[in-house]
């Protein structure tokens, strides 16, 4: 039973997002996912996701590659996720590469490309285009 686990924000839920977390869960068995709080992406970016986190927990505990869902709440506690999480294999987008690396002690941490030219960002920008 091999334990995936990734994070992200997942504002704004785009076909990008639905694909990194197919990936992941084909890495293994059992997919958790960490939802970024909206206190963690204010201070990270000064501005508040478009959805809240209690909406993208539940976007994402819908979507049937993923088993579990919790709440992430600081970038400082990643290590303490994956062990309380028991996690066998950390997944993040190839935008983070290398930025992870110092997981690697305790489990196996895979940077998977991103889907080209989508992003949350850019969805904002072209709604709000006139
Ligand atoms: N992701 C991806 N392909 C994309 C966009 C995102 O694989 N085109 C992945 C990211 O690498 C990350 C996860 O989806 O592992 C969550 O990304 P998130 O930052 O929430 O989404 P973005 O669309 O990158 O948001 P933003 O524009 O606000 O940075």
Same mark, same amino acid.
């Given at each position: 039973? /091999?334990?995936? #686990?990734?994070?992200?924000t997942?504002? $704004?839920f785009? +076909?990008?997002h639905?694909?990194? =977390? !197919?990936?992941? %869960?084909?890495?293994?068995d059992?997919?958790?996912?960490?939802v970024?709080?909206d206190?963690?992406?204010?201070?990270?970016k000064?501005?508040?996701?478009?959805?809240?986190?209690?909406? /993208?927990?539940? #976007?994402?505990?819908?979507?049937?590659? $993923?088993?579990? +869902?919790?709440?992430?709440?600081? =970038? !400082?506690?990643k %290590?303490?996720?994956?062990q309380?999480?028991?996690?066998?294999?950390?997944?993040?987008g190839?935008?983070w590469?290398?930025?992870?690396?110092?997981?690697?002690?305790?489990?196996?941490?895979?940077?998977?490309?991103?889907?080209p030219?989508i992003?949350?960002?850019? +969805?904002?920008?072209?709604?709000? =285009?006139?």
């Amino acid at each position: 039973m /091999r334990r995936i #686990i990734t994070f992200g924000t997942f504002d $704004v839920f785009h +076909v990008g997002h639905l694909r990194i =977390l !197919e990936r992941a %869960r084909q890495l293994g068995d059992y997919l958790l996912v960490g939802v970024s709080t909206d206190e963690m992406n204010f201070s990270k970016k000064q501005r508040f996701p478009i959805y809240s986190q209690d909406e /993208r927990m539940e #976007i994402i505990r819908s979507i049937r590659f $993923v088993d579990e +869902v919790f709440l992430e709440e600081s =970038l !400082e506690l990643k %290590r303490y996720y994956l062990q309380t999480y028991r996690a066998d294999i950390l997944v993040m987008g190839n935008d983070w590469l290398g930025k992870f690396d110092e997981f690697k002690d305790i489990c196996e941490v895979h940077y998977l490309p991103r889907t080209p030219s989508i992003s949350t960002t850019a +969805v904002i920008e072209k709604i709000r =285009l006139p």
